[in-house]
């Protein structure tokens, strides 16, 4: 069969269209897929970066501790460290007995030292502040004011991106809660143990939490490319190979078809030879006998009607091959043949 025919029965770009269906569907799934993981990718690198946050806040909590449970140390006067005047106790500043001066170090003066440390070796940036600051430089920005506020009413970290001097950073506020041995100094002030005294913020930058992040998007977008090809190269061989077996059993049907066909026609032949041979055989007898030479007109006549009668035999013959109308077979010693009788009924 040719293939143009084959074409009119079954059309082969019908399953490419679903084909094309199935690959804009996974070409979603795939777009949808990486978004998705990319926003997960991008909540945990800003989850690593308040964790690091924290950690340096936490540093700062802890040695701030240390120094209030001894209610402040001293420390050699230096230009660097100059007296506290904001720190208002007896003896803050004394003398050893061989003439060094020592100055008394709160908690809050040893942060804001810290403090500036982190910044030159590691480029964090710190704060320690206070909406009701007893030295003016530890006001809070906006942002830390808003924070602040929010401590009152029971939260304990407020957290952002934020940029600063053009940098990307991870800020991170958390409060500093009265203790006993913060009444020392902080008890004039009218606080009790439990208020909040103030926070300490902190901004670590990200760019190297996004240095990896942009590493493992790397690797994902290729495997996620990876895994889209591979589900385009199988739906183009599955419906290719789909085809082709369509094809095949288009093909072989079709070829069934032909040989019924064939065969229909040989069963009919049989049929029509078995039918003519007896008139034939009559026809063909009685001939040569009307035609040797001492015959008489009578038995001419009779041979005659005999040869008419077969004729009229195979004239209704040809008249019920016409009318042939359905398929009825029987069965001959030289094979299955049609039964034009029942056929033509
Ligand atoms: C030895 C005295 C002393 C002790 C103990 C002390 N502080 Fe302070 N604190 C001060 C002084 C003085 C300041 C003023 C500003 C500065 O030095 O920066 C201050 C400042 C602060 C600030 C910054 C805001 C502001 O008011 O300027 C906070 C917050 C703070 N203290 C919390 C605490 C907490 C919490 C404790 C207990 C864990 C504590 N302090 C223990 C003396 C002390």
Redesign the pocket.
């Known amino acids: 069969m040719n293939k143009n025919k084959l074409k009119k029965k079954f059309n082969p770009n019908l399953l490419w269209y679903y084909a094309l269906g199935a690959i804009a569907v996974w070409t979603l799934f795939i777009i949808l897929s990486l978004l998705w993981h990319r926003k997960t990718i991008r909540s945990s690198t800003l989850e690593a970066a308040r964790i690091e946050a924290r950690d340096v806040l936490q540093n700062h909590v802890i040695y701030?501790?240390w120094n209030?449970s001894h209610?402040?140390l001293y420390a050699p006067v230096t230009p660097k460290t100059r007296p506290?005047p904001?720190?208002d106790?007896p003896e803050r500043d004394i003398q050893t007995p061989s003439g060094v001066k020592l100055t008394?170090i709160?908690?809050?003066?040893m942060t804001?030292q810290v403090i500036e440390l982190a910044l030159k070796k590691f480029g964090y940036i710190g704060h320690?502040?206070?909406l009701?600051?007893?030295?003016p430089g530890?006001k809070p920005d906006d942002w830390e004011a808003h924070a602040l506020k929010s401590f009152e009413r029971g939260n304990n970290e407020v957290s952002s991106l934020a940029i600063i001097n053009k940098k990307k950073y991870m800020r991170l506020i958390r409060p500093?809660?009265?203790?006993k041995?913060?009444l020392?100094?902080?008890a004039k002030q009218g606080y009790k143990e439990g208020d909040i005294?103030?926070g300490i913020s902190v901004a670590v930058p990200v760019a190297p939490h996004f240095a990896i992040e942009k590493a493992n998007l790397k690797t994902f977008r290729l495997m996620y490319a990876l895994l889209w090809f591979a589900g385009l190269a199988g739906t183009v061989f599955f419906i290719a190979v789909l085809n082709r077996q369509i094809q095949k059993r288009l093909i072989a049907e079709d070829e069934l078809r032909r040989r019924e066909k064939m065969e229909g026609v040989i069963e009919l032949a049989g049929a029509i030879c078995h039918e003519l041979n007896q008139p034939l055989q009559t026809i063909l007898g009685n001939s040569e006998i009307i035609m040797m030479d001492n015959i008489d007109k009578q038995s001419i006549l009779k041979r005659v009607r005999l040869i008419r009668e077969q004729v009229d035999r195979m004239g209704k013959l040809t008249g019920k091959l016409i009318k042939i109308a359905s398929y009825e077979t029987k069965d001959m010693p030289q094979g299955k043949v049609i039964d034009i009788e029942k056929s033509s009924r």
Do not use: D, F, Q, V
């Open positions: 701030r501790s209030a209610g402040g506290n904001y720190l106790i008394k709160n908690p809050a003066y804001r320690i502040t206070s009701k600051p007893i030295r530890n500093l809660i009265t203790e041995k913060c020392k100094c902080h005294r103030g």
